[in-house]
């Protein structure tokens, strides 16, 4: 186990190593592991776990894990709670500089690009949000949505979570309140941080990552997400709960849908939204990719970049 204990005179020596990857990569896994080798800690930026109520349809960290090593920003919210990547990269700043005053490394992990890139260059400066323009948009139906945004930016439609309303809706309500593409006033100029970043990418090929979806999503039904989905229902209008996973089972539980249809549409979502994860961060070059059994070579870059 490497020691990275420190003082705090030395912040510009200080590294954020974030280890990205799509959903059902592994991780978790991959994380604990550099944790314990770094005697440090990890912070989540998987937006989806946020929320202490969501357990299995989020394939949250089991109790045993978040006892390994300590973990942020898992299970600290509501989701009756309000927030948004702007507070996110203000929260977790604010814990960096906490805990770089005892450690020389940190690990942030997760699948959420947009939070990583807050936290590692920091968010646009866009228009704030006009209410009537939003409660607008919010009675739209999310095909409506889509296909708003398909022609008012279609360059950020290519690579949005197409499933994510919030972040539909935040996209064309910017290109109408400007004028201008959404994407073209996410400008990506870098703000200052007073730490080194290393960004780790995992990844398997295509085939191999759609049958460990498959694999997981059978097995979170043998879990209990039939029932812990049914516990959300009456709460199934919040944005919380508008993910994968949960929104299957809603129509299902709405007579929409069989369950057995429910349980393909979610591994079918879960491919497609590992997919877009995959788009977001292939076009970041600044990621060194792995896959997750090279955890040496992995370790061997951390040390090389000490």
Not at 163 to 181: D, H, S, Y
Not at 235 to 260: M, P, Q, S, W
Request: glycine share 6%.
């Amino acid at each position: 186990m490497m020691d990275l204990k420190k003082s705090n005179s030395d912040p510009e020596h200080s590294r954020l190593i974030v280890v990205a990857g799509p959903t059902a990569v592994g991780k978790t896994a991959i994380s604990i592991q550099l944790a314990q080798y770094l005697n440090t800690e990890i912070l989540s930026a998987d937006s989806r776990q946020f929320y202490r109520e969501l357990k299995i349809g989020v394939a949250a960290p089991s109790e045993t894990e978040l006892n390994t090593v300590p973990h942020h920003f898992i299970g600290n919210l509501s989701i009756h709670d309000y927030y948004n990547v702007s507070r996110y990269e203000t929260d977790a700043l604010a814990l960096l500089g906490r805990l770089f005053l005892t450690k020389t490394q940190l690990l942030m992990v997760g699948g959420s690009g947009l939070y990583i890139n807050a936290v590692c260059h920091g968010i646009d400066e866009l228009p704030d949000p006009d209410p009537d323009l939003r409660k607008e948009l919010q009675s739209n139906k999310i095909e409506e949505l889509r296909n708003k945004l398909k022609l008012l930016d279609p360059e950020y439609y290519a690579i949005v979570d197409l499933a994510n309303p919030t972040r539909l809706i935040r996209a064309i309500e910017v290109c109408l309140q400007t004028g201008k593409p959404y994407s073209s006033l996410r400008n990506g100029i870098p703000k200052p941080r007073n730490f080194n970043i290393l960004k780790i990418g995992l990844s398997r090929e295509r085939a191999e990552l759609n049958q460990i979806i498959g694999l997981r999503v059978d097995q979170m039904i043998e879990q209990g997400l039939l029932e812990e989905a049914r516990s959300f229902y009456p709460l199934r209008h919040h944005n919380a709960l508008n993910t994968v996973g949960y929104k299957e089972l809603f129509e299902y539980f709405d007579g929409k849908i069989t369950l057995e249809q429910a349980i393909t549409d979610i591994k079918t979502h879960t491919r497609r939204y590992a997919k877009r994860q995959m788009t977001w961060f292939m076009r970041d070059k600044e990621i060194h990719w792995f896959h997750p059994d090279d955890i040496d070579q992995i370790k061997q870059l951390i040390i090389a970049g000490s």
